[in-house]
C-alpha cells in the first residue's frame, strides 16, 4: 500500500494513476492507521487535481505532460474520470474545465463507426465510460461500438461494458461483452493485460454476477508479483480501485451486488 500510494507525479497517467488509490481507499481509514490519515487523502487528491488542471488545453482535453498544447484522447478519458472522481471525494474541481473537457471526448466520437485503428477505438471506448460517469452519456455512438465489438480487445470491451452498466443498457448486451476475450491478434495495450481482471470485477459485481466475481477475485489476488502490486501504475490503480469497490458491495443477502462505477 504505501508503494501506490506515493508514485511520483508526472505525465497525465502517471498522476491519474498516483490519485487512484486515495479515491479507492476512503472509508478503510481505520484499516490502515498512519497511511491514510484523512487530511493526508484530502491533500493528495487535491494535489493531483491542481497537476492535471495544469494540463488543460485550449481544446478542452488534457495534454500528456503540464503545459501541453495538444490533448491526448486515452489521457483526457483517464484523466477526466479521476476529476470526476475526485470531485465526489470533495475535491476542488471546476465545472467548466469538467464540462469542457467532456465536449472534447464527446467530438471525438464522431468517426466511431468507421475507425480502423485499434488504440483509438479502445481510447474511444474509455471516453465513453468517462461521459457516463459525468452524465453526459452517449448511448448512440456506444451502440455502433457494440456493434463493432469484434474489432474491440478485451479492454476496449471492458471500458464499453462499464459505460453501459452506468447506462442502464439491456444486461444481455452488456454480459456478452464481458464473456470471453476474444483474439486481440498481434494488438496489445501498453498497460499491459493484468488491469482486464479489475475492470472485468468491477463489471461482474455491477450486473450482480456474484459468483463470477468471487471466483475472479481470487484469480486477483494471486496474481501479484513478489512486490505484491500488478506490475505498473494503471494496472495496480485499477486494481485497488476495483478491490475497495467490491469490498464496498459485499452484501450478507442474496442480492445482487452493486458498485459505484
Known amino acids: 500500500l504505501e508503494y501506490v500510494l506515493h508514485y511520483p507525479y508526472g505525465c497525465v497517467e502517471q498522476t491519474s494513476s498516483s490519485m487512484m488509490p486515495w479515491l479507492a481507499l476512503g472509508g478503510f481509514e481505520s484499516m490502515f492507521p498512519g497511511q491514510l490519515d484523512p487530511k493526508q487523502r484530502k491533500e493528495a487528491i487535491q494535489k493531483g487535481v491542481n497537476r492535471l488542471l495544469t494540463m488543460v488545453t485550449e481544446h478542452g482535453g488534457l495534454s500528456y505532460w503540464p503545459g501541453g498544447k495538444e490533448p491526448q484522447l486515452s489521457g483526457s478519458a483517464y484523466g477526466g474520470w479521476v476529476l470526476l472522481k475526485?470531485?465526489?471525494?470533495?475535491?476542488?474541481?471546476?465545472?467548466?474545465?469538467?464540462d469542457e473537457l467532456l465536449d472534447y471526448l464527446s467530438k471525438?466520437?464522431?468517426?466511431?463507426?468507421?475507425?480502423?485503428?485499434?488504440?483509438?477505438?479502445?481510447?474511444?471506448?474509455f471516453a465513453l465510460y468517462t461521459l457516463a460517469k459525468g452524465g453526459?452519456?452517449?448511448?448512440?455512438?456506444?451502440?455502433?461500438?457494440?456493434?463493432?465489438?469484434?474489432k474491440?480487445?478485451?479492454?476496449?470491451?471492458l471500458f464499453l461494458a462499464l459505460s453501459m452498466c452506468?447506462?442502464?443498457?439491456?444486461?444481455?448486451?452488456?454480459?456478452?461483452?464481458?464473456?470471453?476475450?476474444?483474439?486481440?491478434?498481434?494488438?496489445?495495450h501498453w498497460s499491459g493485460t493484468k488491469v482486464n481482471n479489475a475492470l472485468r470485477?468491477?463489471?461482474?459485481?455491477?450486473v450482480g454476477m456474484t459468483t463470477e466475481?468471487?471466483?475472479?477475485?481470487t484469480n486477483v489476488l494471486a496474481s501479484r508479483n513478489s512486490r505484491g502490486e500488478w506490475g505498473n501504475t494503471f494496472a495496480n490503480g485499477w486494481t485497488l480501485y476495483a478491490l475497495a469497490?467490491?469490498?464496498?458491495?459485499?452484501k450478507r443477502s442474496d442480492a445482487p451486488l452493486s458498485v459505484n462505477l
Do not use: C, M
Open 213 to 217: 466475481a468471487k471466483d475472479l477475485l
Open 166 to 188: 452506468i447506462d442502464n443498457a439491456p444486461e444481455a448486451q452488456i454480459k456478452n461483452l464481458l464473456t470471453g476475450d476474444g483474439d486481440p491478434g498481434k494488438w496489445s
Open 108 to 125: 471525438q466520437l464522431r468517426h466511431v463507426d468507421d475507425e480502423r485503428d485499434t488504440t483509438t477505438l479502445v481510447d474511444n471506448a
Open 86 to 98: 475526485a470531485r465526489e471525494a470533495g475535491a476542488s474541481v471546476p465545472k467548466e474545465i469538467t
Open 136 to 150: 453526459k452519456s452517449e448511448p448512440a455512438f456506444a451502440n455502433q461500438l457494440y456493434l463493432r465489438r469484434a
Open 201 to 206: 470485477l468491477l463489471a461482474y459485481a455491477h
Open 152 to 157: 474491440l480487445p478485451p479492454i476496449g470491451k
Open 245 to 250: 469497490g467490491y469490498e464496498r458491495s459485499l
